[in-house]
């Protein structure tokens, strides 16, 4: 099993940012993707950001260039820089792994609230 554990969430003003971190234990020698989502109210969850275990890294249009994803040697933890946030940004952030049998790992969720 995977274990993940987000931080760093909070309420930031428009135009500000926020850093959130995913710290990963467990059986991770076997995750071929981790990444970032968000679930807005009343929407479905849907993909921040995503880097592979080869550094391919993809973002959707509505944050490439404000958001930042990142990830140390040791695949210990992932990060996710997120700058000139907007009101449409908030939402509850997940942390996610993919095993190479293309099972997901969830976080519990950070909660992102930016005021306009």
């Known amino acids: 099993q995977v274990q993940l554990v987000e931080s760093g969430g909070g309420l930031v003003q428009a135009g500000g940012s926020l850093r959130l971190s995913c710290a990963i234990s467990?059986?991770?020698?076997?995750?071929?993707?981790m990444g970032w989502y968000r679930q807005r109210p009343g929407k479905q969850r849907e993909l921040v950001a995503i880097v592979t275990r080869g550094g391919t890294i993809n973002y959707p249009d509505s944050v490439r260039g404000r958001f930042t994803i990142s990830r140390d040697a040791a695949w210990n933890t992932i990060s996710l820089q997120m700058d000139s946030l907007k009101p449409e940004d908030t939402a509850t952030y997940y942390c996610?792994?993919?095993?190479?049998?293309?099972?997901?790992?969830w976080g519990q969720g950070t909660q992102v609230t930016v005021s306009s």
């Open positions: 467990g059986r991770t020698g076997g995750i071929t993707a």
């Open positions: 996610n792994a993919i095993n190479a049998v293309n099972k997901n790992f």
